[in-house]
Protein backbone atom coordinates (compact mmCIF):
# COMPACT_ATOMS: atom_id res chain seq x y z
CA UNK A 1 0.00 0.00 0.00
CA UNK A 2 1.51 3.00 -1.42
CA UNK A 3 0.73 6.27 1.19
CA UNK A 4 3.24 8.48 -0.64
CA UNK A 5 2.44 11.92 -1.47
CA UNK A 6 2.34 13.06 -5.03
CA UNK A 7 4.72 15.60 -6.34
CA UNK A 8 1.70 17.98 -6.50
CA UNK A 9 1.02 17.07 -2.70
CA UNK A 10 4.74 17.02 -1.71
CA UNK A 11 4.87 20.92 -3.82
CA UNK A 12 1.61 21.95 -2.06
CA UNK A 13 2.87 20.72 1.31
CA UNK A 14 5.90 23.02 1.45
CA UNK A 15 3.73 26.02 0.17
CA UNK A 16 0.95 25.33 3.46
CA UNK A 17 4.00 24.66 5.75
CA UNK A 18 5.62 28.12 4.99
CA UNK A 19 2.16 29.78 4.51
CA UNK A 20 1.34 28.64 8.20
CA UNK A 21 4.81 30.09 9.24
CA UNK A 22 5.03 33.72 8.19
CA UNK A 23 0.88 33.87 8.13
CA UNK A 24 -1.39 31.85 10.02
CA UNK A 25 0.45 31.64 13.33
CA UNK A 26 1.38 34.79 13.58
CA UNK A 27 -2.35 35.98 12.83
CA UNK A 28 -3.70 33.96 15.99
CA UNK A 29 -3.03 36.92 18.60
CA UNK A 30 -4.26 39.02 15.74
CA UNK A 31 -7.60 37.66 15.54
CA UNK A 32 -7.83 37.25 19.03
CA UNK A 33 -7.62 41.14 19.33
CA UNK A 34 -10.13 41.99 16.25
CA UNK A 35 -12.44 39.16 17.88
CA UNK A 36 -12.11 40.69 21.05
CA UNK A 37 -12.70 44.59 19.49
CA UNK A 38 -15.84 43.30 17.61
CA UNK A 39 -17.59 42.40 20.59
CA UNK A 40 -19.71 39.93 18.94
CA UNK A 41 -18.82 36.35 19.46
CA UNK A 42 -19.97 35.37 15.90
CA UNK A 43 -18.65 38.69 14.36
CA UNK A 44 -16.20 38.38 11.13
CA UNK A 45 -12.81 40.01 11.57
CA UNK A 46 -10.92 41.43 9.08
CA UNK A 47 -7.77 39.27 9.09
CA UNK A 48 -9.55 36.02 8.05
CA UNK A 49 -10.09 38.01 4.74
CA UNK A 50 -6.63 39.22 4.50
CA UNK A 51 -5.82 35.40 4.79
CA UNK A 52 -8.03 34.16 2.64
CA UNK A 53 -7.06 36.26 -0.14
CA UNK A 54 -3.25 35.19 0.13
CA UNK A 55 -3.67 31.65 0.47
CA UNK A 56 -5.46 32.04 -2.55
CA UNK A 57 -2.74 34.19 -4.43
CA UNK A 58 -0.68 30.64 -3.34
CA UNK A 59 -3.24 28.68 -4.86
CA UNK A 60 -3.55 27.04 -1.77
CA UNK A 61 -7.34 27.05 -2.19
CA UNK A 62 -10.10 24.71 -2.12
CA UNK A 63 -7.55 21.71 -1.48
CA UNK A 64 -10.29 19.73 -0.43
CA UNK A 65 -12.72 18.67 -2.79
CA UNK A 66 -11.88 15.86 -4.94
CA UNK A 67 -14.59 15.87 -7.67
CA UNK A 68 -14.36 17.70 -11.14
CA UNK A 69 -16.53 20.93 -11.72
CA UNK A 70 -16.69 23.81 -13.86
CA UNK A 71 -14.26 25.48 -11.15
CA UNK A 72 -11.83 23.17 -9.72
CA UNK A 73 -10.97 20.81 -13.03
CA UNK A 74 -7.79 19.54 -11.38
CA UNK A 75 -9.07 18.12 -7.80
CA UNK A 76 -6.30 16.51 -5.63
CA UNK A 77 -6.67 12.70 -4.33
CA UNK A 78 -7.85 12.33 -0.82
CA UNK A 79 -4.29 10.95 0.12
CA UNK A 80 -2.78 13.99 -0.87
CA UNK A 81 -5.37 16.15 0.70
CA UNK A 82 -5.23 14.43 3.91
CA UNK A 83 -1.20 15.26 4.16
CA UNK A 84 -2.62 18.96 4.04
CA UNK A 85 -5.80 18.99 5.91
CA UNK A 86 -3.69 17.71 8.93
CA UNK A 87 -1.87 20.91 8.69
CA UNK A 88 -4.32 22.82 8.65
CA UNK A 89 -5.66 21.34 11.92
CA UNK A 90 -2.88 22.94 14.11
CA UNK A 91 -4.29 26.55 13.73
CA UNK A 92 -8.12 25.07 13.61
CA UNK A 93 -9.23 29.39 14.08
CA UNK A 94 -7.71 30.31 11.31
CA UNK A 95 -6.11 27.75 8.61
CA UNK A 96 -9.21 25.53 7.41
CA UNK A 97 -11.11 28.90 6.39
CA UNK A 98 -8.42 30.67 4.92
CA UNK A 99 -7.94 27.73 2.43
CA UNK A 100 -11.86 28.08 1.91
CA UNK A 101 -11.88 24.52 3.37
CA UNK A 102 -13.91 24.67 6.18
CA UNK A 103 -16.59 22.70 7.33
CA UNK A 104 -20.07 22.67 7.22
CA UNK A 105 -19.22 24.72 3.48
CA UNK A 106 -16.92 22.11 2.25
CA UNK A 107 -19.61 18.69 2.86
CA UNK A 108 -22.10 21.38 1.41
CA UNK A 109 -19.95 21.75 -1.86
CA UNK A 110 -19.34 18.37 -1.92
CA UNK A 111 -23.22 17.67 -2.16
CA UNK A 112 -23.71 20.37 -4.56
CA UNK A 113 -20.72 19.42 -6.72
CA UNK A 114 -21.93 16.04 -7.24
CA UNK A 115 -25.93 16.28 -6.75
CA UNK A 116 -27.20 19.79 -7.33
CA UNK A 117 -28.44 21.02 -10.78
CA UNK A 118 -26.33 23.54 -13.10
CA UNK A 119 -28.87 26.47 -11.99
CA UNK A 120 -28.36 25.25 -8.03
CA UNK A 121 -24.51 25.08 -8.91
CA UNK A 122 -24.44 28.36 -10.47
CA UNK A 123 -26.06 30.20 -7.80
CA UNK A 124 -24.93 28.26 -4.47
CA UNK A 125 -21.71 26.29 -5.48
CA UNK A 126 -19.66 28.66 -7.47
CA UNK A 127 -20.01 31.82 -4.52
CA UNK A 128 -18.90 28.95 -1.64
CA UNK A 129 -16.05 27.94 -4.04
CA UNK A 130 -15.36 31.87 -4.19
CA UNK A 131 -15.15 31.99 -0.45
CA UNK A 132 -18.13 34.65 -0.69
CA UNK A 133 -20.86 33.48 1.14
CA UNK A 134 -20.91 30.70 4.38
CA UNK A 135 -23.71 28.16 4.81
CA UNK A 136 -24.60 25.26 6.96
CA UNK A 137 -26.43 21.83 7.06
CA UNK A 138 -29.51 21.04 8.80
CA UNK A 139 -29.98 17.70 10.25
CA UNK A 140 -30.30 17.15 13.92
CA UNK A 141 -33.68 17.58 15.39
CA UNK A 142 -34.02 18.41 19.47
CA UNK A 143 -36.97 15.98 19.83
CA UNK A 144 -35.53 12.57 18.02
CA UNK A 145 -31.52 10.88 18.27
CA UNK A 146 -30.22 12.59 14.94
CA UNK A 147 -27.37 10.03 15.04
CA UNK A 148 -30.24 7.78 13.36
CA UNK A 149 -31.41 10.10 10.35
CA UNK A 150 -34.08 7.85 9.80
CA UNK A 151 -35.83 9.39 12.86
CA UNK A 152 -35.81 12.97 11.56
CA UNK A 153 -39.54 14.98 12.20
CA UNK A 154 -39.10 18.18 10.08
CA UNK A 155 -41.88 18.05 7.09
CA UNK A 156 -41.42 19.08 3.31
CA UNK A 157 -44.28 18.63 1.89
CA UNK A 158 -44.87 19.92 -1.95
CA UNK A 159 -47.41 22.64 -2.62
CA UNK A 160 -48.09 23.20 -6.11
CA UNK A 161 -44.81 24.81 -7.69
CA UNK A 162 -43.37 25.02 -3.96
CA UNK A 163 -42.20 23.12 -1.11
CA UNK A 164 -43.11 23.89 2.53
CA UNK A 165 -41.00 23.16 5.36
CA UNK A 166 -42.20 22.68 9.24
CA UNK A 167 -40.14 21.83 12.14
CA UNK A 168 -37.01 22.58 14.10
CA UNK A 169 -33.63 21.54 13.88
CA UNK A 170 -30.59 22.58 16.13
CA UNK A 171 -27.00 22.22 16.65
CA UNK A 172 -27.00 23.60 13.09
CA UNK A 173 -22.85 24.66 12.88
CA UNK A 174 -22.31 27.61 10.53
CA UNK A 175 -26.11 29.19 10.85
CA UNK A 176 -24.85 32.53 13.51
CA UNK A 177 -22.58 33.33 10.95
CA UNK A 178 -23.68 37.20 9.53
CA UNK A 179 -21.78 35.53 5.97
CA UNK A 180 -24.77 32.35 6.23
CA UNK A 181 -26.68 32.27 3.15
CA UNK A 182 -28.06 29.06 2.61
CA UNK A 183 -29.02 26.13 4.30
CA UNK A 184 -29.19 22.39 3.01
CA UNK A 185 -32.33 20.95 4.84
CA UNK A 186 -32.93 17.35 5.25
CA UNK A 187 -36.88 16.24 6.37
CA UNK A 188 -39.34 13.51 4.73
CA UNK A 189 -41.20 14.30 1.86
CA UNK A 190 -42.43 11.01 2.51
CA UNK A 191 -43.35 9.62 6.48
CA UNK A 192 -45.08 6.34 4.48
CA UNK A 193 -42.56 5.35 1.96
CA UNK A 194 -39.54 2.83 2.81
CA UNK A 195 -37.47 3.95 6.03
CA UNK A 196 -34.62 4.67 3.74
CA UNK A 197 -36.74 6.62 1.00
CA UNK A 198 -38.64 8.99 3.14
CA UNK A 199 -36.29 11.89 3.66
CA UNK A 200 -35.42 14.86 0.88
CA UNK A 201 -32.69 17.31 0.92
CA UNK A 202 -33.95 20.67 -0.05
CA UNK A 203 -31.89 23.99 -0.48
CA UNK A 204 -33.37 27.16 2.45
CA UNK A 205 -32.18 30.63 1.34
CA UNK A 206 -31.41 32.12 5.00
CA UNK A 207 -33.62 35.20 4.50
CA UNK A 208 -36.97 32.80 3.33
CA UNK A 209 -39.91 34.09 5.52
CA UNK A 210 -40.83 31.71 8.09
CA UNK A 211 -36.59 30.76 8.83
CA UNK A 212 -35.88 31.55 12.40
CA UNK A 213 -33.05 31.25 14.52
CA UNK A 214 -34.27 30.86 18.07
CA UNK A 215 -31.15 30.70 19.63
CA UNK A 216 -27.14 29.98 19.24
CA UNK A 217 -25.81 26.71 21.52
CA UNK A 218 -22.14 26.88 23.29
CA UNK A 219 -19.78 24.36 23.32
CA UNK A 220 -18.92 23.99 27.41
CA UNK A 221 -19.38 27.56 27.48
CA UNK A 222 -17.47 28.70 24.31
CA UNK A 223 -19.58 30.64 21.82
CA UNK A 224 -17.65 28.96 18.37
CA UNK A 225 -17.66 32.09 15.70
CA UNK A 226 -19.95 30.36 13.37
CA UNK A 227 -22.06 28.97 15.88
CA UNK A 228 -24.34 26.16 16.17
CA UNK A 229 -28.09 27.57 15.88
CA UNK A 230 -31.57 26.18 17.11
CA UNK A 231 -33.88 26.77 14.30
CA UNK A 232 -37.27 26.94 13.66
CA UNK A 233 -38.85 26.67 10.42
CA UNK A 234 -42.78 27.38 10.08
CA UNK A 235 -44.75 27.46 6.47
CA UNK A 236 -41.12 27.86 4.85
CA UNK A 237 -41.91 28.00 1.21
CA UNK A 238 -38.90 27.51 -1.02
CA UNK A 239 -39.27 26.51 -4.96
CA UNK A 240 -39.48 23.28 -5.96
CA UNK A 241 -36.51 23.76 -8.15
CA UNK A 242 -34.37 23.94 -4.67
CA UNK A 243 -35.03 19.93 -4.22
CA UNK A 244 -31.33 18.24 -4.41
CA UNK A 245 -32.05 15.42 -6.89
CA UNK A 246 -35.26 13.77 -6.10
CA UNK A 247 -37.59 13.10 -3.68
CA UNK A 248 -36.74 10.58 -1.25
CA UNK A 249 -33.20 10.46 -1.90
CA UNK A 250 -31.62 12.11 0.93
CA UNK A 251 -30.46 9.41 3.10
CA UNK A 252 -28.86 8.30 0.18
CA UNK A 253 -27.16 12.18 -0.29
CA UNK A 254 -26.29 12.03 3.41
CA UNK A 255 -24.61 8.56 2.81
CA UNK A 256 -23.07 9.25 -0.69
CA UNK A 257 -20.85 11.98 -0.15
CA UNK A 258 -17.56 10.78 -1.66
CA UNK A 259 -14.97 13.00 -0.52
CA UNK A 260 -12.80 13.96 2.02
CA UNK A 261 -15.59 15.26 3.71
CA UNK A 262 -16.21 11.57 5.45
CA UNK A 263 -13.09 12.11 7.22
CA UNK A 264 -11.57 15.47 7.19
CA UNK A 265 -12.13 15.98 10.83
CA UNK A 266 -9.96 13.26 11.65
CA UNK A 267 -7.23 14.67 9.40
CA UNK A 268 -7.43 17.73 10.78
CA UNK A 269 -7.75 15.91 14.51
CA UNK A 270 -3.85 14.69 13.72
CA UNK A 271 -2.59 18.58 13.65
CA UNK A 272 -4.68 19.55 16.73
CA UNK A 273 -2.80 16.61 18.36
CA UNK A 274 0.18 17.93 17.35
CA UNK A 275 0.07 21.50 18.53
CA UNK A 276 -1.33 19.93 21.57
CA UNK A 277 2.04 17.93 22.05
CA UNK A 278 4.15 20.70 20.78
CA UNK A 279 2.80 22.93 23.41
CA UNK A 280 2.90 20.31 25.91
CA UNK A 281 6.85 19.54 25.44
CA UNK A 282 7.55 23.32 25.47
CA UNK A 283 5.66 23.64 28.64
CA UNK A 284 7.56 20.95 30.78
CA UNK A 285 10.79 22.20 29.24
CA UNK A 286 10.64 25.33 30.91
CA UNK A 287 8.86 24.83 33.85
CA UNK A 288 10.54 23.55 37.46
CA UNK A 289 9.02 21.62 40.20
CA UNK A 290 10.90 19.72 43.25
CA UNK A 291 13.94 21.27 42.00
CA UNK A 292 14.01 20.41 38.43
CA UNK A 293 12.30 20.53 34.98
CA UNK A 294 9.23 18.81 34.62
CA UNK A 295 10.28 17.25 31.61
CA UNK A 296 13.13 14.91 33.74
CA UNK A 297 9.45 13.27 35.78
CA UNK A 298 9.39 10.32 34.62
CA UNK A 299 5.56 10.16 34.40
CA UNK A 300 5.62 13.59 32.07
CA UNK A 301 7.83 11.29 29.60
CA UNK A 302 5.30 8.68 29.50
CA UNK A 303 2.63 11.39 28.49
CA UNK A 304 4.92 12.57 25.96
CA UNK A 305 5.83 9.17 24.37
CA UNK A 306 2.36 7.98 24.54
CA UNK A 307 1.02 11.20 22.55
CA UNK A 308 3.97 10.43 19.85
CA UNK A 309 2.77 6.77 19.49
CA UNK A 310 -0.86 7.21 19.35
CA UNK A 311 -0.85 9.89 17.31
CA UNK A 312 1.51 7.96 14.41
CA UNK A 313 -0.77 5.15 14.93
CA UNK A 314 -3.97 7.23 14.33
CA UNK A 315 -2.18 9.25 10.91
CA UNK A 316 -1.49 6.11 9.24
CA UNK A 317 -4.61 4.89 10.30
CA UNK A 318 -6.27 8.08 8.40
CA UNK A 319 -3.89 7.71 5.60
CA UNK A 320 -4.93 4.50 5.02
CA UNK A 321 -8.64 5.71 4.95
CA UNK A 322 -8.06 8.41 2.25
CA UNK A 323 -5.62 5.97 0.50
CA UNK A 324 -8.64 3.15 0.16
CA UNK A 325 -10.92 6.17 -0.64
CA UNK A 326 -9.03 6.82 -3.82
CA UNK A 327 -8.35 3.45 -4.97
CA UNK A 328 -11.67 1.62 -4.37
CA UNK A 329 -14.02 4.32 -3.16
CA UNK A 330 -15.90 4.84 0.27
CA UNK A 331 -17.66 1.52 0.00
CA UNK A 332 -14.47 -0.61 0.44
CA UNK A 333 -12.83 1.81 2.67
CA UNK A 334 -16.13 1.71 5.16
CA UNK A 335 -14.35 0.08 7.66
CA UNK A 336 -11.35 2.33 7.96
CA UNK A 337 -13.66 5.07 7.90
CA UNK A 338 -15.86 4.13 10.78
CA UNK A 339 -12.91 3.12 12.66
CA UNK A 340 -10.97 6.06 12.30
CA UNK A 341 -13.64 8.33 13.47
CA UNK A 342 -13.60 6.86 16.50
CA UNK A 343 -9.53 6.48 17.05
CA UNK A 344 -8.92 10.07 15.58
CA UNK A 345 -10.80 12.41 18.10
CA UNK A 346 -10.11 10.27 21.26
CA UNK A 347 -6.42 10.37 20.05
CA UNK A 348 -6.18 13.95 20.23
CA UNK A 349 -8.34 14.02 23.59
CA UNK A 350 -5.89 12.15 24.95
CA UNK A 351 -2.99 13.92 23.91
CA UNK A 352 -5.15 17.23 24.86
CA UNK A 353 -5.77 16.33 28.25
CA UNK A 354 -1.94 15.21 28.94
CA UNK A 355 -1.49 18.53 27.57
CA UNK A 356 -3.99 20.22 30.18
CA UNK A 357 -2.07 18.25 32.78
CA UNK A 358 1.22 19.45 32.34
CA UNK A 359 0.10 23.24 32.20
CA UNK A 360 -1.66 22.96 35.32
CA UNK A 361 -4.27 25.87 35.77
CA UNK A 362 -3.29 27.39 33.12
CA UNK A 363 -4.26 24.88 30.81
CA UNK A 364 -8.21 24.57 31.47
CA UNK A 365 -7.89 29.15 30.98
CA UNK A 366 -8.00 31.14 27.55
CA UNK A 367 -4.31 31.59 27.80
CA UNK A 368 -3.68 29.13 25.82
CA UNK A 369 -6.12 27.29 23.24
CA UNK A 370 -6.14 23.73 24.71
CA UNK A 371 -9.40 24.02 26.95
CA UNK A 372 -11.06 25.28 23.43
CA UNK A 373 -9.33 22.16 21.72
CA UNK A 374 -10.65 19.83 24.06
CA UNK A 375 -14.48 20.99 24.08
CA UNK A 376 -13.73 20.96 20.08
CA UNK A 377 -12.60 17.59 19.86
CA UNK A 378 -15.03 16.15 22.79
CA UNK A 379 -17.77 17.62 20.84
CA UNK A 380 -16.59 15.88 17.67
CA UNK A 381 -17.31 12.48 19.08
CA UNK A 382 -20.64 12.72 18.36
CA UNK A 383 -20.83 15.79 15.71
CA UNK A 384 -19.30 13.70 13.47
CA UNK A 385 -21.63 10.11 14.25
CA UNK A 386 -21.39 9.12 18.10
CA UNK A 387 -18.42 6.69 18.67
CA UNK A 388 -21.08 4.11 19.52
CA UNK A 389 -22.42 4.46 16.18
CA UNK A 390 -18.91 3.86 14.09
CA UNK A 391 -18.18 0.86 16.38
CA UNK A 392 -21.33 -0.66 15.25
CA UNK A 393 -20.25 -0.58 12.06
CA UNK A 394 -16.96 -1.84 12.29
CA UNK A 395 -18.37 -4.83 14.64
CA UNK A 396 -21.13 -6.08 12.32
CA UNK A 397 -19.17 -5.94 8.98
CA UNK A 398 -16.35 -7.74 11.35
CA UNK A 399 -18.92 -10.68 12.47
CA UNK A 400 -20.44 -10.51 8.86
CA UNK A 401 -16.87 -12.55 8.06
CA UNK A 402 -17.94 -15.19 10.86
CA UNK A 403 -21.15 -15.51 9.53
CA UNK A 404 -22.61 -19.29 8.26
Same mark, same amino acid.
Given at each position: ????????????E?????????????????????M???????????????????????????????????????????????Y?????G?A??L?????????????????????G??????????????????S??????????????????????????????????W?????????????IV??????????????S????????P??????????????????????DF??????????????????????G???P?????C??????????????????????????P???????????? +??RIE??? @?? =?? *? $??? /????D? %?G?????I???????V??????????R??????????S? +???????? @?? =?? *? $??? /?????? %????????????????
Open positions: MNLEQTARGKELARLLEFMDTHVYPAESVYREQAALGDPHGHPQIVEALKAEARSRCLWNLFLPHRTEWTPDPLSNLDYALAEITRMDAPEALNCAAPDTGNMEVLALFTPEQQERWLYPLLQGEIRAFAMTEPDVASSDATNIQLRIERDGDDYVLNGRKWISGAASERCRILMGKTDPDAPRHLQQMILVPMDTGLTRVRDLPVFGYQDREGHCELTDVRVPAANLLSEEGSGFAIAQRLGGRIHHMRCIGVAERALDLMCRRVTERVAFGRLAEQGVIREWIA +DSIEQ @AR =LL *T $LKA /AHLMT %VTKGAAEISAIKVAPNVALRVVDAIQAHGGGGVD +DFPLAAMY @AG =LR *T $LRF /ADGPDE %VHRRQVARTELARHAG
